[in-house]
């Protein structure tokens, strides 16, 4: 193309290499960039036709097919892509004609049983974009999956969503969830409330529910709630990822942070962090981020369950740990005997659930499923942006340790 000399080199490239799948793929986004659609798909298309296992061109030719309005074709090359990135992913959730792959990233999940069917709820928003709206599904049995549609948006582009969780009060639906705003003075995080009667029509009612206590907590991280119903007390506990006012440096401030009332309101005190794990002559966290705390009664204990990427770890606390365990997948986990802490590593040496690290999932939850009572590990897949919500990582307890296995029952297992 003479009216577009910078990409000369380009095309020069490919006429030196007219076998090579990343030469088009290269021109292929190069003349998108250059609003050369038609030009671009072309390219696309013989990138794919060298090498059909080419993930990265089936996802671009998929995007490209989107963009002109052939769904039909776009699905497909989404399909493909997602299996070459994700082998073996279930697809029956994950594409339908209300929101395609490519086109959305689905990001973390969270589950509800509601005494009917499972809940699902999932983030969603442009690929490489923060999220911008929540989506619903419902399903039997954990394996097949009806959409339900968008049931949040939000109202501009300088808010954007984070996980959340669901519980039922009298019927209703009460549904917390994590907002970030982008303001003048830096980006503010609250934890908002909507409702809804039927599941089908919702209503934000409060905008910052959860309000933060200055007396134990700085304003660094406030996101990500979860809640536990504890049979030993009658109350509800709320837990969520937070910074510890006693710490003074701001990449290392995360705790947990706790709220209890009665289980049939949405009426709350704030209590002051259930962990805060310090670590260095500075009295730093050990952790400089903490997402989805939750708690797992077995046994008469209570095991507390999060979050934590390894590049967020304090280097003090990482050089302790054992570097097998290590990655973005990693999920901690601490005991106590009461609720309310404290809350000790566990175990003490290496306080993990076991093979979290492999899992490649980001942002885990545990959920526990009803028919036999079996607890698994779901979240999404940071590079394909898919949900895994199947059982397909069950995770159990032996007495010495929480572990992603197989074929593990546990009758001990009251609650999630």
């Known amino acids: 193309m003479t009216d577009l000399p910078d990409l000369q080199p380009l095309w020069e ?45 089936q996802f671009c030719l998929g995007r490209q097919w989107w963009k002109q309005g052939n769904l039909e074709a776009a699905r497909s090359h989404f399909e493909k892509a997602a299996e070459l990135r994700v082998p073996g992913v279930p697809l029956t959730l994950h594409f339908n004609r209300d929101l395609i792959y ?111 206590d200055s007396q134990y907590y700085a304003p660094h991280h406030w996101h990500t709630p979860n809640t536990f119903l504890d049979p030993q007390t009658n109350k509800v506990y709320y837990f969520w990822g937070a910074s510890a006012a006693t710490c003074d440096d ?31 002559p500075m009295g730093l966290s050990a952790f400089g981020r903490i997402d989805r ?15 934590c990427a390894s590049h967020h770890l304090h280097p003090e606390w990482r050089s302790r740990l054992v570097p097998r365990r290590l990655s973005e997948s990693s999920m901690f986990c601490y005991v106590s005997d009461s609720i309310t802490g404290p809350y000790r590593p566990f175990p003490d040496d290496e306080p993990f659930v076991w093979g979290s690290e492999r899992t490649e999932l980001i942002r885990s939850g545990v959920f526990v499923e009803q028919v036999q009572r079996k607890l698994f590990v779901y979240g999404h897949y940071p590079k394909s942006q898919l949900l895994d ?25 009251r609650g999630a």
């Not at 490239?13 to 090579?20: D, K, M, S, T, Y």
């Not at 009665?262 to 259930?274: G, N």
């Not at 705390?293 to 979050?307: D, G, K, V």
């Not at 995770?395 to 593990?408: E, T």
Request: proline share 7%; with cysteine.
């Open 13 to 57: 490239h490919v006429r030196a290499n007219p076998n090579l799948a990343w030469s088009y793929l290269t021109l292929g986004k190069a003349l998108e960039a250059h609003q050369r659609p038609i030009a671009a798909l072309r390219s696309y298309q013989q990138a794919v036709t060298l090498r059909p296992n080419y993930a990265e061109a």
């Open 102 to 212: 490519g086109h959305h990233g689905m990001r973390d999940p969270w589950l509800l049983w509601d005494g009917h069917v499972y809940r699902l709820y999932y983030l969603a928003g442009p690929w490489d974009e923060p999220s911008r709206s929540i989506h619903a599904a419902h399903s039997p049995d954990l394996i097949t999956w009806h959409y339900d549609g968008t049931i949040l948006t939000a109202p501009d582009s300088t808010i954007s969503f984070g996980c959340g969780m669901t519980r039922i009060i009298k019927d209703r639906y009460y549904l917390y969830y994590s907002v970030r705003q982008q303001t003048d003075t830096g980006d503010r995080e609250t934890i908002a409330l909507a409702t809804s009667p039927n599941h089908q029509t919702w209503e934000t009612i409060d905008h910052d529910v959860i309000r933060l």
């Open 250 to 280: 701001p990449d290392y401030q995360a705790c947990v942070a706790m709220a209890v009332g009665d289980r049939h309101s949405t009426s709350l005190t704030v209590l002051p962090p259930v962990l805060l794990h310090q670590v260095g």
């Open 389 to 413: 919500v199947s059982k397909g990582f069950p995770i159990g307890w032996n007495g010495k340790k929480l572990g992603i296995m197989f074929q593990v029952q546990i009758p001990e297992i």
């Open 293 to 307: 705390p939750q708690i797992i009664l077995a046994n008469n204990q209570y095991y507390l369950i999060f979050s």
